[in-house]
């Protein structure tokens, strides 16, 4: 994105060591790797599956990825708040459930109207979440442990059992799915992948390049310097669960046009699929950290496994699970590996340069005492919660 | 602003002035009836005990706290402070002890995050091209685009004075923001403050340390028990005097020390040392004795304490306790070999805060109260801890109170009953001194003195000179990672530790 390039080029003020210093963002590294990680996957794949390298797989991947991403990008922007939502999952089933009562019953609705009903209710629900976590001070997880309860109960009472079916929803919802923008040499670009991959790129513009996305990640990294700093903390956080509600209920409207047939579970579990995506894609759940574009890497990289290993007459559906799981705990050790790297370098590059200061982080917090071996890092002294 | 300058000099009124303010919280009257005024082109030096109501004034001043009464009026007129955003609007500024940065942002974000009046698209470049300029002007070289963590404090400091600079403040706060940096950085901080000054900010400085509020501020005002004792020019005021507002009534020299009578060697280091950490540090240490460690902050003191602890095991050199050789890699064997060690950190890694006095003072012994059974046993945990808390004199509400509750002497009492209940032959004080009030620096002062005669080992590190010399017996100095005297407490003095501690001119 355009904030690495700009700060590669702007060869920082302290060239003093003669060293070409090209910058990189940790966050650069990260989703780089895991494009890697996700090629080594499709070539592994490819060696151990016939006939792996299909427009079948290629649109089975990109449908479902169309939801996960979604939902990834939404929790991603409030973690990034240090905050979480466990209830996308109940905000999808409700979406969609009700989008779909509300298209069978009014059979001419518009895709526009149907859309924004789907985003004005989730954006609703968010805001219910938020108002609790902002202005109730109630601890996210419980607050979204909580609704996610919530509305699943109020739509079992509402639903009273019945399913929404494919063929009492307009066609249009249907064929959806299907409908392909153009494609590149047997690989179909859907419509609807399209669309997400717009609306990632996008918001990952907002985030790194709006002021909002910005105090959000400030927010996320020191709750208290935020409220020092005069942010409007409250509000922020907020907005943060209106975004990612209303995000959920967009992945309710995919959901009800991808499969049709909505009962009243539908979503169940996707929240956990969505804080996977993040963690996956880099972001971390301390807050402060990490990009909707490695969440949307990491939604892809779930998908492709979950789809393939599907395919190997091996893996059981139990070790498909241990798989992930075991993917999960895999990128959280890398983000600890790299970004140990990196303040390594930036404290070797922020050393001062008289000869006293060099040596000002010996008597450092002992806690990371352990931590450092070498002279080379001496100038480290860490933020208690870096 | 430097245009302005000139025409602000000559304006007396106060750019801030709190007039009868009142703070309650339940029954305890934090502030009282307190006036306080700040003058452009000022620093103005605040002093006073912990508990005197500086920090609470703080809080007032920023708009985190709502005043019960009075009024706060900035350039003469009424204001209402109901927010750190409305502090920051009227151009009110505060810098902390432990910066309040943004670990994940980059330092041009840490300046520039909180600004009203940029647009709503982040202009990357611009950003940290302003910065670096802001920077620069501090004497501070780094690339404002590296993210903050992991930078000295200093450089935090640094950060947060530019955010100071770049939203114009008219009044900035600095509460205690040399407690953590060495004379060097200390040195530096003063030159930003004079810059500030100069350009007419009005600064309000908090420091416990008396020398540094003679020499930085202009006017010095005492505060005790939340009310406001007295405002002198500095040149109007000498040191006992201060200290006799503070406390109160007049103050003897520290305390009342005893002769203390050193026995047979206990700890015998030779040659110890750590890549990038120390190297060549010898000495002997003999029961009932307390060796002071001097030296600049990041002189490689403390890491000698983690070596001896075991946290940060020495890579060289050998350490003997009683004659025979031993290798301490962890904190376990130090503690098998009876070395306790006082971190300077109370709150992060010195106590666990939210849990009670009794939890933290039996945390390294456990295992004593422990039944055949598994269970711990109440009942002996807690006449233990009242055991202590009588001799230490630690004040809390009851031992079961959360010890994050108690004031910063009595949080480390709490951490000293701890490791003295581990009952070491080799105690190691890191600090104990730093940021807690008068009457608790005697306070440990007087339970320093009663355990070396009662033939305790004591190794005590400090920042503060007068502190050092007035307890130990022998003085050990370090510059940049090297032993560079140790003296006898006859020989040393100010001058010659301060020789070794910066090096000769």
Known sequence: MSTAADVARLNGPRGRTGRTAVWIRPERVKELSLVGVVVVALL???????DYFSGRFFNRVTTSVAITAVLAVAQTIVIVTRNIDLSVGSIVGVTAYLT????????????????????????????????????????????????????RSWLISHGEGRTITADSLPSWVVDLPTRTLFSIGGLDIRVVFAVVIAIVAVLQIAMQRLRWGRRLYAIGSNPEAAAQAGLPTRRLVLSAFIACGGLSGFAGFLFLSRFGNITVVAGQGLELDSVAAAVVGGVSVLGGSGTLVGAFLGAVLIDVLDQSLVRVPQVTEFWRNAILGALILAAVIADVVIGRRFRRRWSAEARPHTKVDASSGGDADPTRVPALTSAEQSGERGMPDA | MAAAVAGQMTDTSPVLAMRGICKRFGATRALDDVSLELHRGEVHALVGENGAGKSTLIKVMTGIYPPDEGAVLVDGEPVSLRSAADAQRLGIGAIYQEPLIFPDLSVAENIFIGHQDQGRVVRWRQMSADAAAILARLDVHIDPRIPASGLPVATQQAIEIAKAI??????????????????????????????????????????????????????????????????????DVTRPRLIAAMVGRQMSDFYARHEHHAGEVILSVRDLG??????????????????????????????????????????????????????????????DHGIAYLSEDRRHVGLSLPQSVTAN???????????????????????????????????????????????????????????????????????????????????????IDDLARSGMAIVLISSDLPEVLAVSDRVLVMREGEQTGLFDRTEATQERVMTAAVGVA
């Open chain 1, 44 to 50: 592994v794949f490819g060696f151990l599956v016939d």
């Open chain 1, 100 to 151: 779909g009562q509300f298209a069978s019953a009014n059979p001419s609705t518009s895709p526009a109207i149907a859309i924004a009903i789907a985003v004005a209710l989730g954006a609703l629900l968010g805001a219910i979440n938020g108002v609790i976590v902002a202005y109730g001070r109630v601890p996210a997880i419980i607050t979204t442990l909580g609704t996610l309860a919530i509305y």
């Open chain 2, 166 to 235: 770049s939203l114009d403040v008219r009044v900035l706060i600095m509460d205690e923001p040399t407690a953590a940096l060495s004379a060097h950085e200390v040195e530096r901080l003063f030159r930003q403050v004079r810059q500030l000054r100069d350009s007419g900010v009005a600064v309000l400085f908090i420091s416990h340390r008396l020398d540094e509020v003679f020499e930085i501020a202009d006017r010095v005002s005492v505060f005790r028990d939340g009310r406001h004792v007295s405002t002198d020019a500095r040149d």
């Open chain 2, 274 to 335: 750590r890549t990038g950490k120390f190297a060549g540090v010898s000495f002997d240490l003999r029961r009932g004795e307390v060796l002071g460690l001097a030296g600049l902050v990041g002189a490689g003191r403390t890491d000698i304490a983690l070596a001896l602890f075991g946290i940060a095991p020495a890579e060289a050199g050998t350490i003997e306790l009683d004659g025979r050789a031993v290798e301490i890699a962890a904190p376990r064997q130090a503690l």
């Open chain 2, 361 to 447: 003072i039996t945390l390294p012994s456990l295992r004593r109260y422990v039944s055949r059974l598994g269970l711990v046993n109440g009942a002996a945990e807690r006449s233990v801890a009242e055991r202590f808390r009588r001799q230490l004199s630690i004040r809390t509400a009851g031992l079961s109170q959360p010890v994050g509750l108690l004031s910063g002497g009595n949080q480390q009492k709490t951490m000293l009953a701890k490791w003295l209940n581990t009952e070491p032959a080799v105690l190691i004080l890191d600090e104990p001194t730093r940021g807690i009030d008068v009457g608790a620096k005697a306070d440990v002062h007087q339970i």
